[in-house]
């Protein structure tokens, strides 16, 4: 949705008996025998963007709260799309634009904003910008993506990692153009409601949320990390985000309520104040928030320190240890480097076929020995897909030239991997992009040329 900025009513006379205050659903201190929660940061940090402050009011008790009095949410809700239109507030984003007038249009922008909310989920956002505009140059809509193949969509997602999500978007874009309602999609096209969105293979909650609310104004609340960490610090909730699921989508939907009339907006503007000011650990930007006033944690970081808010997970994600091989075959001019296409059965880091490192000369189906083997790290190379944490040790084998003519001949006949024998290909290292691979392989490669030039004829590969 659009709209201006908002401002606030002027004083107003409430029902306590306490007149010429701005009316903001806090509680006035006048005489209270309850221990009072002073904010010395009030004092001294009063600055903040137009509309925000409430005058020289410093006597507030915020006091942890797990739901929002109506006229609260309202008032925060005005509060937080009055920083929004603050210029200079939000970041520029490629996928961030005026909603279009037009059904189609918004349809196409959904498509895009869906791409970068699943890049997003694997990377940082300056990361994945160039990314997305790879990505948006190659398939513009949903009916473009449909066409590719799932190796040109995993090459494209080469080094995002969890390949899974690379083939959710190629799986969803041809739900959409196939429009499969036997399964429950609802139908050709574009979804345009958050249940919509759920049908589409890998959307979860959050996103289905995000995108019906942003691109087609559904009055829908949305949860993630950086919404969980402000509002556990506004309202003073240490729960874990795991165990209070439902609070905190609730807390969020009471700010997007059937008064809310920007939704899209209301929602963006919660991700980026946690994602901008209301920061991890325990350095947040409270003086310029909007809902400074109103947060038990910056009204008293000692007993409220920020970085108990949400509480975090004490739980360790034990490491797994595994072995991959680069294997060279070195040749007069040039070096290839072999990569196999596992069954999904066969190791954890081979999702769906795809293309990787064997772990072992056993991958290779007995091709030639080595001339060569040294085990190349000392210490492993780390590497984490999702919430598991892997120790991968690296191996080098310089095999006989005349391995890499022994390519798999599945690979030529173009039939699919059989759960029998690996397919393999031997490729130069510049046309390893060319197939959907993991980081691994480059993190790998990186070490071989360090390590093991002296086992090389003339150079490591190149």
């Not at 509680?27 to 963007?49: D, H, I, T, Y």
């Not at 739980?315 to 240890?321: G, I, L, R, S, V």
Request: charged share 25%; net charge positive; glycine share 8%.
């Amino acid at each position: 949705g659009s709209g201006g900025a908002l401002g606030f009513k002027g004083s107003e006379d409430n029902n306590d008996g306490c007149s010429d205050v701005m009316h903001l659903g806090l509680v006035v201190l006048m005489s209270s025998p309850k221990r009072q929660r002073r904010s010395n940061f009030f004092a001294v940090s009063r600055a903040g963007p137009v509309g925000v402050g409430v005058g020289d009011i410093e006597d507030v008790i915020v006091e942890p709260r797990r739901s929002l009095k109506k006229d609260e949410a309202l008032a925060m809700r005005r509060e937080l799309l009055t920083w929004w239109d603050t210029p200079g507030t939000r970041r520029l984003m490629p996928w961030r634009r005026a909603a279009p007038s037009s059904l189609e249009e918004r349809q196409r922008w959904a498509y895009g904003v869906w791409v970068s909310e699943v890049m997003l989920q694997q990377t940082q956002y300056d990361r994945a910008v160039t990314y997305w505009r790879s990505w948006m140059a190659k398939w513009p809509t949903a009916e473009a993506l449909a066409e590719a193949t799932l190796e040109e969509v995993r090459a494209a997602w080469t080094g995002l990692g969890y390949y899974r999500r690379a083939g959710f978007l190629l799986e969803g874009a041809r739900q959409m153009t196939t429009g499969q309602e036997e399964e429950g999609f609802g139908g050709r096209g574009v979804p345009t409601t958050r249940d919509g969105w759920l049908r589409v293979k890998g959307v979860g909650a959050y996103t289905a949320a995000a995108i019906a609310s942003v691109c087609f104004d559904e009055r829908v609340p949305l949860v993630d990390g950086n919404v969980i960490r402000v509002v556990a610090r506004v309202c003073g909730i240490r729960d874990a985000p795991e165990t209070a699921t439902k609070l905190f989508w609730s807390l969020s939907g009471q700010l997007v309520d059937s008064t809310c009339d920007r939704p899209g907006d209301v929602n963006q503007a919660l991700m980026e104040l946690g994602a901008t000011v209301c920061l991890k650990g325990g350095s947040p930007r409270c003086g310029v928030c909007p809902w400074r006033r109103r947060c038990v944690v910056a009204a008293d970081p000692i007993e409220y320190p920020p970085s108990a808010y949400p509480a975090p997970k004490q739980k360790k994600t034990p490491t797994k240890h595994l072995q991959i091989t680069v294997v060279v075959a070195q040749r007069r001019h040039d070096t290839k480097i072999a990569l196999v296409q596992l069954p999904s059965n066969q190791s954890v880091l081979a999702h769906d076929g795809m293309w990787h490192l064997p772990a072992t000369l056993d991958d290779l189906q007995g091709l030639l020995l080595p001339r060569q083997q040294v085990r190349v790290t000392k210490d492993p190379i780390t590497h984490s897909i999702t919430n598991k944490r892997y120790a991968i040790h690296v191996d080098f084998a310089l095999v006989d030239s005349e391995a890499e003519k022994k390519d798999d001949p599945l690979l030529e006949e173009g039939r699919p991997p059989q759960h029998t024998k690996n397919r393999i290909a031997w490729l130069a290292e510049d046309e390893l992009t060319t197939k959907g691979s993991s980081s691994i392989v480059k993190k790998a490669l990186a070490v071989v040329k360090r390590d093991c030039a002296a086992f090389l004829p003339s150079s490591p590969p190149s």
